[in-house]
């Protein structure tokens, strides 16, 4: 099955400082999204985004299907931006079912 | 406002227990998963169904049942109950077939004793 890696892992910042997340993925989709798990353990989702470039706030992020790769930029972190970022795709061989990355979990510190 | 809920948010059952974990969503969505979230494992898919009467097996299958009598809900069984079974368990829908956003519900945690 398809595969999904994000990085890095694990990111600390400051508050206010900017950053990048990667997901790559391992063949073609049809459907691409970035969730935010707050601390609660809610699934917030961010973008919808198998193409293209979308922007919402101070979240933004970039999916380029051709090289199998998205990125989300959050700039000038808050620490109600901590949490577990995950990204997920539907591959366009198989069923609607999402397979997740294993996450990158962002600390902001104040 | 649509939205999709779980309930109950917390449960502790008993090893060989039956148990019925509930999803219900008010978007008039076709698709309908269950996942489960455990450490190491990331979310994984248990079943899925594409609407009313049609219901599918995902890669965790094994222990659950699932049916769809409406297109609002999307009940999870758990036949007996395993201590493998503890983790927290998150119910999503999507519009149809082909590319739509899925949506999550707030999740429920399962403890088995």
């Known amino acids: 099955g398809i595969q999904v890696e994000q990085s890095p892992p694990d990111l600390i910042l400051q508050e206010g400082a900017n950053s990048t997340l990667r997901c790559n993925f391992s063949?073609?989709?049809?459907?691409l999204q970035w969730f935010h798990q707050n601390p609660w353990g809610q699934l917030i989702n961010l973008f919808y985004?198998?193409?293209g470039t979308k922007q919402n706030g101070r979240l933004s992020a970039t999916t380029v299907a051709t090289e199998r790769y998205s990125l989300l930029y959050i700039s000038s972190s808050q620490t109600t931006d901590s949490g577990v970022y995950f990204c997920?795709?539907?591959?366009?061989?198989?069923?609607?079912?999402?397979?997740f990355g294993t996450g990158t979990r962002l600390t902001i510190i104040p | 406002d649509a939205e999709i809920t779980q309930s109950p948010r917390h449960k502790i059952t008993e090893t060989g227990r039956q148990v019925t974990l509930a999803c219900h969503q008010t978007?008039?969505?076709?698709?309908m998963f269950w996942y489960r979230q455990d450490l190491g494992h990331g979310l994984r898919l248990i079943h899925y169904?594409?609407?009313?009467?049609?219901?599918n097996k995902g890669e965790v299958s094994d222990g659950y049942s699932v049916s769809r009598s409406n297109t609002e809900d999307l009940p999870l069984t758990l036949e007996s109950a395993a201590s493998s079974q503890t983790s927290v368990y998150f119910c999503?829908?999507?519009?149809?077939?082909?590319?739509?956003?899925?949506?999550f519900g707030p999740g429920t945690r399962l403890t088995v004793t």
């Open positions: 999503a829908s999507s519009f149809d077939k082909g590319s739509y956003e899925q949506y």
């Open positions: 063949d073609s989709v049809n459907n």
């Open positions: 985004i198998p193409s």
């Open positions: 997920a795709v539907v591959s366009n061989f198989g069923n609607e079912k999402l397979t």
């Open positions: 978007w008039n969505h076709n698709n």
């Open positions: 169904s594409y609407g009313v009467h049609d219901t």
